[in-house]
């Protein structure tokens, strides 16, 4: 959803979509470039089911940018162009600030921080306030309401972060630890010695 944001804005910010935005072009080509070289690198090292699915999600964010930019080139001009390309945008940037709501469920269920990392949350909530900034006062809403939307989320994920951040790990979160749950940006948790040789073959996560 990054990746997708990242290219939408980077085209919305083009001075033949928009005018006076290459700020928002130029961050947002750099973006675009980091997210493909996660992504790829993700795809490289991931397990053969989990390739293919995230090979097919890859393909998808190509094709709606693709379609978004070959419409709006061909068939769109002037405040048309900027409209629709400002509302795909929007949307989508929206819905990727919107991703990290499912941390934040985790984190009350299980009233545990372990799988919201504090500065992922920090920087999410910077981000968010900067461009919604921008935006402001460049008078431009298709900046500023996404980036406002994502500025409240971060400031609520900081607010989790400072009520729960002193708690251990909860018996929840062992317990969805163990079953294998796998959160975007959660870390690692320490895992014992085992002290029985004859333990059954764990497979590599």
């Avoid at 690198?41 to 995230?54: L, M, S």
């Avoid at 919201?116 to 006062?137: E, H, I, K, N, R």
């Amino acid at each position: 959803m990054t990746l997708l944001n990242c290219l939408l804005s980077a085209w919305y910010g083009l001075p033949f979509v928009s005018k006076n935005n290459l700020l928002v072009s130029t961050i947002n080509g750099t973006g675009a470039g980091i997210e493909t070289i996660y992504v790829l690198i993700f795809i490289f090292y991931a397990p053969q089911t989990e390739k293919a699915r995230i090979l097919g999600l890859f393909a998808c964010v190509l094709t709606v940018f693709s379609a978004v930019a070959l419409i709006s080139l061909f068939a769109l001009h002037g405040n048309g162009r900027k409209l629709f390309c400002g509302l795909a945008a929007t949307i989508f940037s929206i819905i990727m600030y919107a991703s990290p709501l499912s941390i934040m469920r985790l984190v009350i269920k299980t009233k545990s921080v372990e799988f919201m990392p504090f500065f992922l949350s920090l920087f999410v909530f910077l981000c968010g306030t900067s461009w919604f900034v921008y935006g402001l006062l460049g008078r431009d809403a298709f900046v500023a309401i996404p980036n406002g939307f994502g500025c409240g989320l971060g400031f609520m994920q900081l607010i989790l972060y400072s009520i729960y951040r002193n708690n251990k790990r909860s018996g929840e979160a062992k317990k969805l630890t163990a079953n294998g749950t796998v959160e975007m940006g959660a870390e690692k948790p320490h895992q014992e010695k085992p002290t029985n040789a004859k333990l059954p073959h764990l497979e590599h996560v």
